[in-house]
């Protein structure tokens, strides 16, 4: 564990550099796993320079999806000394039949940015992947780098299970250089453009070598790169680098960078992470972090060296997001990392696994559970969920067990293989975790490949629309076979693209922070500080131990906000489950809007007491009616049958579109749900969606935390927290009496001024 730019990477390579000596023997030695392919290029290029200088005969390869296929089988027979890759393509590389032989005198595995793979999906995969290379190279040592952990211990078991494990931490080198930008203008009451702050970033940009400008949205960095670019009246070289953007694109933007061509670039969590660029002097960060190590990660790409400080300014979108930031430069100083807690391992990834370890070659059942046990993830895994998982590979499970495709493993002789070895390579193509999101690619009429949006959001459009997409505005000229065809549209005013992939919920410890700085505001500044105050004299401020709800009349409506601070998507789901529960208590409400902090409920009626809407068993129970019969389950059922190897995204004649494998994924989850609704997938797929979508566990949390105490205002008017509620973008109608009540009065009020009595 070592700060940003400490030289850890480069310090995890000594020992294997020490042990290759200038004449080392044949074979793999070193495998550096990284989560990005761009981190590769990055880190065989640093090391290569040392190797170099010393005149050292030590072959350095990365293999990513990028690495030509005749490159990738010389790998495969004859491995360079040390080998930069990712989980993905280090899933292909075990998944062949020869994967003994290239691993077999493997020494070291390095895991660089280990945090960031550890609480995911493809952290699960990574661990059952370094499990099987253990079992390939007996004595395999790992070696897991990171500058922004937690729990380091946790971290440790996720790398080693079982296994004794050192945790070296160094010197964090100076505090980092961090504060609010002043801006003349104060931050709107709601949404999240940053736009008040043009002139000040701009300022900063002109000030500094290269600053790096981030945002928490795809579609927020595109807005604010048109408006800056749009007030850059001294032409400074600014560009925009986010993961929609074609890879040439991405491309060109990172070497400008590397060659000290950019001013400022407008970025997303696609430079988040490891990429060592010196010249960068100033990270901005536009909107709150929502997430402290996410910050610490963004800062440290300022001044990318040991000895000196990073530098960052913090830009609040809204009001709400003046105090998040306030806690976030508490808990940066305090370094006080947020963390959602490692859980077990996911089954899909599992059932990967399994399909994996098969188009290797034939497994004893036995053996390979010992083996998934090594894997930290799974180290309390049960053997009848391993059991479960071998039988689905297998058969496909109870309801679908009938159809051939899905009868894939047999036993013979106490070992399980593939029926048809020929299905090896169809498994080989669709491993990994990384679910697409449905993209259209985007490309210029006769020309370039731009970058990809939505599928949702390019079926809206129509020939002629205008959209925003790399800073340039383009007009849509049809819809072709694999692409959307569009030309370039300068002046036209734009609509925004849709990135659903990209959206961050304040974490617990910033939400804890917030509500100890509205318990005692004193480090507040002094706008933000006036804005509580008068909330105080009006009202209740929201507190750690009692849940604040207020409930007054507005514009004809009654109105009520519950002050959760329990992230998006747990407030979006208190949202769904209080709308409903007054639904059913007859009280008509019509719709709902929420942000990180507060969910604002509007209707007919008002309650008279609102705990009986929030006991948690009755909460639960709704949840598990409404998740019954929308798309949530469905959304969530699509990744989770994908990554397990029930449906493929990728056959040998061509890749399947994401809308094809919807429709196909969700005839199968009806039918799952219908005829054998214990099945293993869906029991997956009902953690994912209370996990993820929903976020159920945060507002279970929330409700122990007050346990019951819950103040119930009846005020007159909005109140100053709740103002900024009124004005938030994203409301969710509710259908139901209260729309028919409302549809059935304006109805009878035509008839009466049309002189028509209603029979």
Known sequence: MSATGSGKTLAGFLPTLAELGAAPPPGLHTLYVS??????????????????????????????????????????????????????SLAVLLAQEDAGL???????????????????????????????LGTLAPGLRRVGLSA???????????????????????????????????????????????????????????????????HNTRAQAELFFRDLWAANADALPIAIHHGSLARETRARVESAMAA????????????????????????????????????????????????????????????????????????????????????????????????????????????????????????GLARADFDACLDFVATGGYALRAYDRWQ????????????????????????????????????????????????????????????????????????????LEVSRAPGREPRIAVYNGAKFATSTVLADRMLGLLADPAPLPPRPARWVARQAEVSHLPGRERLLVESFPHEGREWLCLYGFSGRNAQQTLGLLVTKALEDAGLRPLGFVASDYATLIWGLDAPAEVAPLLRPEALRAGLDGWLAGNQVMKRAFRGVATISGLVERNQPAAARSPRARAFSTDIIHDTLRRYDPDHLLLRITRTEALSGLVDFGRVEEMLARVAGR??????????????????????????????????????????????????
């Open 408 to 483: 894939r493993l047999m036993l013979r002789d106490g070992r399980w293989r593939l029926r048809d070895p020929r299905a090896a390579r169809v498994i080989r193509m669709n491993l990994g975790t990384i679910i697409d999101r449905g993209m259209t690619k985007v490309r210029l009429r006769g020309g370039a490949h731009l970058g990809e949006v939505e599928e949702e959001f390019a079926a809206t459009l129509a020939p002629g629309d205008t959209f925003l997409i790399g800073g340039e505005v383009v007009r849509v000229e049809g819809l072709g076979e694999i692409a």
């Open 102 to 132: 290239t691993f077999a005198g493997l020494s070291r595995v390095v895991v660089d940015e280990a945090h960031a793979l550890a609480e995911t999906k493809r952290g699960d995969q990574l661990a059952l992947l370094i499990a099987r």
């Open 710 to 759: 819950i103040d119930l205002l009846r005020l007159d008017r909005p109140t100053p927290f709740a103002a900024p509620l009124l004005l938030e973008p994203g409301r969710v109608p509710v259908e139901g009496r209260g729309r028919a009540d409302l549809a059935r009065a304006a109805a009878e009020r035509l008839l009466r001024e049309a002189g028509i009595e209603a029979a």
């Open 148 to 214: 922004t952990v937690e729990d380091p211990p946790a971290l440790a078991r996720w790398l080693a299970a079982g296994e004794a494990a050192g945790i070296v931490t160094a010197d964090p080198g100076p505090a980092p250089d961090i504060a609010i930008l002043p801006t003349a203008l104060p931050p709107p009451w709601a949404g999240g453009g940053g736009r008040h702050a043009i002139p000040e970033v701009l300022a900063e940009i002109a000030a500094h070598r290269t600053t790096l400008v981030f």
């Open 260 to 379: 000290g061509e950019l001013r400022g670039v407008v970025c997303t969590g696609s430079l988040d992470l490891g990429l060592d660029w010196g010249a960068v002097d100033l990270v901005i960060q536009v909107g709150a972090p929502k997430n402290v190590k996410r910050l610490v990660q963004r800062i440290g790409r300022a001044n990318h060296t040991y000895a000196a400080p990073s530098k960052a300014r913090l830009v609040p979108a809204n009001r709400f997001e003046e105090i998040e930031c306030v806690a976030a430069l508490e808990a940066v100083a305090a370094h006080d990392l947020d963390g959602e807690g490692r859980s077990n391992g996911g089954l899909d990834v599992l059932c990967q696994h399994l399909l994996l370890t098969a188009a290797a070659g034939p497994f004893e059942a036995e053996a390979l559970w010992s083996e998934v046990r090594r894997a930290g993830p799974y180290a």
């Open 35 to 88: 989560p990005l392919k761009a981190l590769t290029a990055d880190i065989a290029r640093n090391l290569r320079a040392p190797v170099e200088g010393a005149a050292l005969a030590i072959r350095i390869e990365d293999r990513t999806g990028d690495t030509g296929a005749t490159q990738r089988r010389r790998q495969r027979a004859d491995p360079p000394h040390i080998l930069l890759t990712t989980p993905e």
